[in-house]
């Protein structure tokens, strides 16, 4: 695969702190941190002695990266806790195993991924935009989703689609330049062009969905936009681009 990734304002919150035994509040379908604090314990040759609280914002299975987030803000802060930390190369492979998107989210900025998306590489984009992001229905099955992508024989010329990924993250300068990246393979909505209708500059689905972004040059219409589309029970939030872990 190739895929840009960019972290983004709208986040869950986790905390850790050390305790008697593992255990993980706040998110009762979590499976994702406690596997990672779990793999981290066996990694360092510790107990995985460690109290996480999850505050969830993001939707659940939205093809925003919520759990695989969560694991990696677990993985870096009870790595923090340790005597002896682990690498950051010895913490990103084992984040790797867990998710191919989570090393991603041990990194500052956005992220070319290739291979199956744990391969990085750091891009210089734009920042300084809005972002309406709203949630369209619910997320079949990722496996569903691949399936539908094999059964169109959608990697026929994936070479060329990468290639032409590749020249255009080399000549974006400003956000504007951000609509010459090709569509999303896996997934498409009208939501999109609603967004597109309302100005933004570029708008698509958000990983394998069911979430569609619109990119906006100004808040007041990126907040109208939100407040346009969160109806019908569509749930919409604005969000702006973040740089930093």
């Given at each position: 695969m190739a895929t840009v990734y960019q972290r983004i304002t709208l986040c869950d919150r986790v905390a850790i702190e050390p305790a008697d035994a593992l255990r993980v509040d706040g998110f009762a379908d979590d499976t994702l941190v406690r596997s990672?604090?779990?793999?981290?314990?066996?990694?360092?040759?510790?107990?995985?002695?460690?109290?996480?609280?999850?505050?969830?914002r993001i939707p659940v299975a939205g093809g925003?990266?919520?759990g695989s987030?969560?694991?990696?803000?677990?993985?870096?802060?009870?790595?923090?806790?340790?005597?002896?930390p682990l690498p950051a190369g010895r913490l990103e492979g084992l984040a790797a195993a867990l998710g191919a998107d989570i090393p991603f989210f041990l990194r500052d900025g956005p992220q070319l991924g290739t291979g199956d998306g744990s391969e990085l590489a750091p891009l210089?984009?734009?920042?300084?935009?809005?972002?309406?992001?709203?949630?369209d229905g619910e997320k079949p099955s990722t496996a569903s989703v691949y399936r539908r992508f094999d059964a169109r024989q959608g990697a026929d010329g994936f070479d060329e689609r990468r290639a032409r990924l590749l020249d255009a993250?080399?000549?974006?300068?400003?956000?504007?330049?951000?609509?010459?990246?090709?569509?999303?393979?896996?997934?498409?909505?009208?939501?999109?062009?609603?967004?597109?209708?309302?100005?933004?500059?570029r708008a698509d689905v958000s990983g394998a969905g069911p979430t569609v972004y619109g990119l906006f040059?100004?808040?007041?219409?990126?907040?109208?936009?939100?407040?346009?589309?969160?109806?019908?029970?569509?749930?919409?939030?604005?969000?702006?681009?973040a740089w930093y872990v």
């Open positions: 990672a604090l779990e793999r981290l314990a066996q990694a360092a040759a510790v107990e995985p002695r460690w109290r996480a609280r999850i505050w969830k925003l990266g919520g987030s969560d694991a990696a803000t677990a993985l870096r802060l009870a790595n923090a806790t340790l005597s002896e210089d984009l734009p920042q300084d935009y809005w972002i309406a992001l709203v949630l993250l080399g000549g974006i300068r400003r956000p504007r330049d951000l609509a010459m990246l090709p569509p999303n393979d896996l997934a498409s909505s009208p939501v999109a062009e609603e967004l597109r209708a309302r100005g933004a500059f040059h100004h808040r007041s219409a990126a907040e109208a936009a939100v407040a346009a589309l969160a109806v019908h029970g569509r749930r919409a939030w604005l969000a702006a681009p």
